[in-house]
């Protein structure tokens, strides 16, 4: 069985682009408004109740655990509030998603909120929808959250790139990798 490291590690470049609403102009005031969202506590189109089962389901996604911190210590919702603030249609899909949670969380549980339930609850819960387009687009979105650079709303204090053991520096010296050994490894010949 798979760790969540090597998980997260395996779907980092899987998740680059597959969450993306809009083009790459509108990218980056998602990026500047997730942060100031953030940092001042704000969400941009979310409500209270809305984040909160965004964020319970994010971290059934990526939990945190003994290895590390989770979609909630990194703020993948703050990403999620970002980009779905963007996208009216999106938002609306989500919003429907949402309700249909509420409704499998009452059905099962007998609680109208993912957030009401206990962990290995919410737990269940995941895994009863984890077929679903939703859920994809969730686990989707968690993932890039935590692993985008934290510029763009999620991966508070880099914690997903800690996570995975990514080393975030400026400047980035030889050899890069196995594929380079050969070319570093002897000078070329002016022949």
């Not at 395996?10 to 942060?35: E, K, N, Q, R, T």
């Not at 938002?91 to 249909?100: F, H, M, T």
């Not at 508070?156 to 980035?172: N, P």
Request: charge should be negative; glycine fraction near 8%.
């Amino acid at each position: 069985m798979s760790t969540r490291r090597s998980f997260l590690k395996s779907s980092a470049a899987a998740v680059g682009g597959s969450w993306a609403f809009v083009g790459a102009p509108a990218a980056l005031a998602i990026f500047d408004l997730a942060c100031s969202n953030r940092a001042a506590g704000l969400f941009a189109v979310l409500s209270e109740a809305e984040a909160a089962e965004i964020e319970a389901l994010t971290a059934v996604i990526v939990p945190s655990d003994a290895t590390g911190p989770g979609a909630r210590e990194a703020g993948v919702v703050w990403y999620v509030d970002a980009a779905l603030s963007q996208d009216h249609e999106e938002l609306a899909y989500v919003r429907a998603e949402l309700s249909n949670l509420a409704v499998t969380v009452s059905d099962a549980h007998g609680v109208a909120a993912l957030v009401d339930l206990t962990p290995d609850q919410q737990l269940a819960i995941a895994r009863s929808i984890q077929d679903t387009e939703f859920f994809d687009a969730m686990r989707d979105a968690t993932l890039t959250g935590m692993l985008a650079n934290p510029k763009h709303g999620g991966n508070r204090d880099k914690l997903g790139w800690q996570l995975i053991g990514f080393d975030d520096r400026h400047a980035w010296q030889p050899p890069f990798g196995h594929y380079d050994a050969p070319f570093h490894a002897s000078p070329p010949t002016d022949s």
